[in-house]
C-alpha cells in the first residue's frame, strides 16, 4: 500500500528526505498554499506535514476522507482544530523537544539584551556616538527567575540560569516534585507566590483555555516594582495590553516579547515604540538546527504513524506514561477484551452498554488512559459506523453514545494482567487477561469461568452443560463447517455444572453455524467475536 504525504512551508530537507526514503511513501512538496488550492487537493493526501503558515482548519479536515496524519514542525498546534481532527480519527503530531535549546538561549540573549541595553547602544553606535554614561547595564547574578512551566523549555531555562547565578522559583501543578529537584529549582505553591518572590518572570506553558490571559493586569500588579517580564511562549498568556499598561506607569523596568496576541503585530503598536521593550517577530525555534530537529523528528513520526501504526507521538491519543512499543500486547488484550465482553452481552439481549472499566496491574498502570482507549475501541467496533474508526476518536464517539469510561490501577491483579468489565441493562460482564513482557496476550477469565486463550482472528464462546459428548459435537459440527480450530479452552465451575468453551478458529465463522452450534444438545448459547485490526 501506497501512502501520500503533502509537505508544505518549508520543510527542512533533512525531515522530508526520511519520508523519501520510504518506498511505501510518495512525498508532494509543494509552496505555502493559499485556501482554496489546498482544499482543492488535499482529499488525494494520507498526511500532511507543515509549520504555522498552513491552518488545519475543521473544513480542510472534513474535505480530507484519506487524512490520517497531520504533521506539525513545531510545538504549537494553535492552526489546527483539534476537536474535529480527534472526532475525524486523525492522529495530529507535532515536534516538541525540537526548538528547546532555541528558544531557552533566545531568552537568554534578549534579556541580557534589555538589562545592558543593547538594541541602545547598537543605536548610538551607528549614529556616530560614544555614549557610555547613559548605557548603565545591569546583572543577572542574583536576581530570582520565576518560571511559568516547568516542562521541556522551563526545564532548558532553569538550566542555563544556574550559570548566571540566579536564584530560581517555578510555578507548574502538573510536573512532579522530582523535576523540581533534579533542576535544583524552589517549588512556588501558586502562582500568587511565584509572582511575590521573582524579579524576572518568564511563561513556557502552552496556550488554552486555562493559560489565556493568565498574567494579567492583576498579576502583573503583584510583581515586585522594577521586575521585569518575558514571554517566548504563546501570544495571549501574558495581556499585551495589561503589560503596556505596567510599563508606562513605571511599575515594570521592562519586558520582552517574541509572541503576541495578534501576528504580525501591527506597524503602528504602541509596544513597538516603548524604550525598555525588546521585541522580536515570533524567532524562537528559527535557528538551524531548530528547524532540521522539527522537521525530523515531525517527518519520522508521521511515517511511523502510516506505515507502523505508531501514535505514541500523537497529542489526540492519550499520554503514555511508559513506551508505545511496551503496552501493544496490554493494548491488544483490552481492545479484544472489551470486544468479547460487547459481544457476549449483545448476545443476552443487552444492547446499550452504559458502563466500561478498566482495572490495571501494576506494571501498566501507568498507561492505564491509552488502554481505555483501546478498550472504548473494542466496545464500538462493529457497533459505531464510521470510516476512520481508531484509538484517536474512540472514546470521543464511545462517550458521545453515553458511555461512561472509568480506568485505575489494581493491586489484585498481576502486573501485567487487566480487566475490562461493560455494564449495561443491569447485566455486568467481566473479561480479563494477561500481556507478560516475555509472552503472547492472553485472555485468563471470561465472567466466572478461568481460560486461557490467545485472542486471535475469531473466537467462539460457548456455554454448556458439563457433560460427555459436547466437545466432540462442537468439533465436529466445525470441521464439517471447514472452519479450523487453533485452540479449544473448556472451562467448568463444577462437574456436572455449567461450562464454558472459548475456541480459538481460524477465518470467518458466519451467523448459520453460530445457529447451528445454539441447536447441539447440552449447548446453552454462543457467541462469535470476529477480531478487527492488529
Not at 305 to 322: D, F, Q, T, Y
Not at 381 to 390: M, Q, T, Y
Not at 506 to 527: F, N, Y
Amino acid at each position: 500500500m501506497t501512502f501520500r504525504v503533502l509537505v508544505t512551508d518549508d520543510i527542512d530537507r533533512d525531515g522530508i528526505a526520511l519520508l523519501e526514503a520510504e518506498p511505501a511513501l510518495r512525498v508532494d512538496e509543494v509552496p505555502t498554499l493559499p485556501v482554496p488550492a489546498l482544499m482543492e487537493r488535499i482529499g488525494d493526501y494520507d498526511a500532511i506535514i507543515g509549520r504555522s503558515a498552513t491552518r488545519i482548519s475543521a473544513e480542510l479536515l472534513r474535505h480530507a476522507p484519506r487524512l490520517r496524519v497531520v504533521g506539525r514542525a513545531g510545538v504549537g498546534v494553535d492552526n489546527v482544530a483539534m476537536d474535529v481532527a480527534t472526532e475525524l480519527g486523525v492522529a495530529v503530531i507535532n515536534a516538541p523537544a525540537g526548538n528547546t535549546v532555541a528558544v531557552a538561549e533566545l531568552f537568554f540573549g534578549t534579556v541580557l539584551g534589555l538589562l545592558r541595553q543593547l538594541p541602545r547602544a547598537w543605536e548610538t553606535m551607528r549614529e556616530g556616538k560614544w555614549d557610555r554614561a547613559s548605557l548603565m547595564g545591569a546583572e543577572l547574578k542574583g536576581r530570582t527567575l520565576g518560571i511559568v512551566g516547568l516542562g521541556r523549555i522551563g526545564g532548558e531555562v532553569a538550566t542555563r540560569a544556574h550559570a548566571f547565578g540566579m536564584e530560581l522559583v517555578a510555578f507548574d501543578p502538573y510536573v512532579a516534585d522530582a523535576r523540581f529537584a533534579a533542576l535544583r529549582v524552589r517549588r512556588a505553591p501558586t502562582l500568587d507566590a511565584l509572582l511575590d518572590d521573582a524579579d524576572i518572570l518568564t511563561v513556557h506553558t502552552p496556550l488554552n483555555d486555562e493559560t489565556t490571559g493568565l498574567i494579567g493586569r492583576r498579576e502583573l500588579a503583584r510583581l515586585r516594582a522594577g521586575a521585569i517580564v518575558a514571554n517566548l511562549a504563546r501570544g495571549g498568556i501574558v495581556d499585551d495590553v495589561a503589560l503596556q499598561a505596567a510599563l508606562e506607569s513605571g511599575h515594570l523596568k521592562g519586558a520582552v516579547l517574541d509572541v503576541y496576541a495578534r501576528e504580525p503585530l501591527s506597524p503602528d503598536h504602541p509596544l513597538r515604540q516603548a524604550p525598555n521593550v525588546v521585541l522580536t517577530p515570533h524567532i524562537g525555534a528559527n535557528t538551524a538546527e531548530a528547524q532540521r530537529n522539527v522537521a525530523v523528528d515531525v517527518c519520522a513520526a508521521v511515517r511511523d504513524a502510516l506505515l507502523r501504526g505508531e501514535l505514541s507521538r500523537s497529542m489526540n491519543v492519550a499520554a503514555v506514561a511508559g513506551e508505545w512499543k511496551e503496552l501493544q500486547p496490554a493494548m491488544l488484550v483490552a481492545r479484544r477484551a472489551a470486544a468479547v465482553a460487547r459481544a457476549i452481552l449483545a448476545d443476552m439481549g443487552v444492547r446499550a452498554v452504559q458502563r466500561l472499566t478498566v482495572r490495571c496491574g501494576s506494571a501498566i498502570a501507568g498507561g492505564r488512559e491509552l488502554l481505555l482507549s483501546a478498550a472504548a475501541l473494542g466496545a464500538v467496533e462493529g457497533v459505531i459506523e464510521h470510516d476512520r474508526l481508531n484509538l484517536i476518536n474512540a472514546r470521543a464517539l464511545a462517550e458521545g453514545r453515553g458511555l461512561e469510561l472509568t480506568a485505575g490501577e489494581s493491586g489484585m491483579l498481576p502486573p501485567n494482567a487487566l480487566e475490562v468489565s461493560l455494564r449495561g441493562a443491569m447485566q455486568e460482564l467481566t473479561v480479563a487477561g494477561n500481556a507478560p513482557a516475555d509472552g503472547g496476550p492472553r485472555l485468563t477469565r471470561i465472567g466466572a469461568f478461568h481460560v486461557d486463550v490467545n485472542p486471535r482472528q475469531t473466537l467462539i464462546v460457548l456455554t454448556n452443560r458439563d457433560v460427555p459428548g459436547v466437545i466432540g459435537r462442537v468439533g465436529t459440527l466445525l470441521g464439517d463447517a471447514q472452519v479450523n480450530i487453533a485452540e479449544y479452552h473448556q472451562a467448568r465451575m463444577a462437574q456436572g455444572g455449567e461450562a464454558l468453551a472459548v475456541i480459538s478458529v481460524d477465518g470467518h465463522v458466519d451467523a448459520s453455524v453460530r445457529q447451528r452450534l445454539c441447536e447441539l444438545p447440552d449447548v446453552q448459547g454462543a457467541s462469535v467475536v470476529q477480531f478487527r485490526g492488529a
